[in-house]
C-alpha cells in the first residue's frame, strides 16, 4: 500500500507543480494576449488532462504489475501453518491474497476509466496524432488489466 500512497503523492506533486509553475508566471497586462489561433491559450487544458491521465495510467499500470505479475506479493502473506495431517486438501484462500485480487481488479478498473476518458479526448482531438496514439496505448493497457483481473484467483 505504501507504493500506491508513493504513487498517488508523486501525481499530486506533478500537479502540483504544473498549477505553481502556471501560477508564478509572470504577467505584463491585466489580460494574457491572444494565441495565434485567436485563443488564449485553451489548448493547453486538454494538453495538460491527456498528460495527467498518461501519467496516472503509468503509475496504476506499475502498480497493477505489482499485484498481478509479482508473486512474491502474494507469496509472503500466502504461508500457512503447515498441516497436521497429511493431505491433499486445498489451501483455502488467506485474506491477504483475497485483499491482493480485490486490488487488481480495482487497479485493472481505474486503468480502464482512465482509458475511456483517453479516447474520448482522441476523439474531441482527431487527426492529432498524439491523442490517438495515447488512445491505443491505453485500449492495450485497459485489455491487459482485465486479462490480469480476470486470472487472478486466490492462491495462485
Do not use: W
Request: glycine share 8%; hydrophobic share 35%.
Amino acid at each position: 500500500m505504501s507504493r500506491s500512497r508513493a504513487a498517488a503523492a508523486a501525481l499530486g506533486v506533478l500537479v502540483i507543480a504544473g498549477a505553481s509553475c502556471k501560477a508564478s508566471a509572470p504577467m505584463k497586462d491585466a489580460a494574457a494576449p491572444p494565441m495565434e489561433n485567436g485563443d488564449a491559450g485553451g489548448a493547453a487544458g486538454p494538453v495538460d488532462e491527456l498528460d495527467a491521465l498518461q501519467t496516472e495510467l503509468s503509475l496504476a499500470q506499475g502498480e497493477l504489475d505489482r499485484y498481478a505479475f509479482d508473486r512474491q506479493v502474494g507469496a509472503a502473506v500466502e504461508e500457512v501453518e503447515p498441516a497436521t495431517s497429511p493431505g491433499p486438501e486445498p489451501r483455502p484462500a488467506t485474506p491477504q491474497v483475497m485483499n491482493r485480487c480485490e486490488r487488481v481488479r480495482t487497479l485493472a478498473q481505474r486503468i480502464c476509466e482512465l482509458s475511456d476518458r483517453m479516447c474520448t479526448l482522441a476523439g474531441e482531438h482527431e487527426g492529432e496524432q498524439r491523442y490517438q496514439d495515447a488512445c491505443g496505448r491505453a485500449e492495450q493497457s485497459c485489455e491487459e488489466a482485465r486479462i490480469a483481473a480476470d486470472g487472478c484467483e486466490p492462491g495462485s
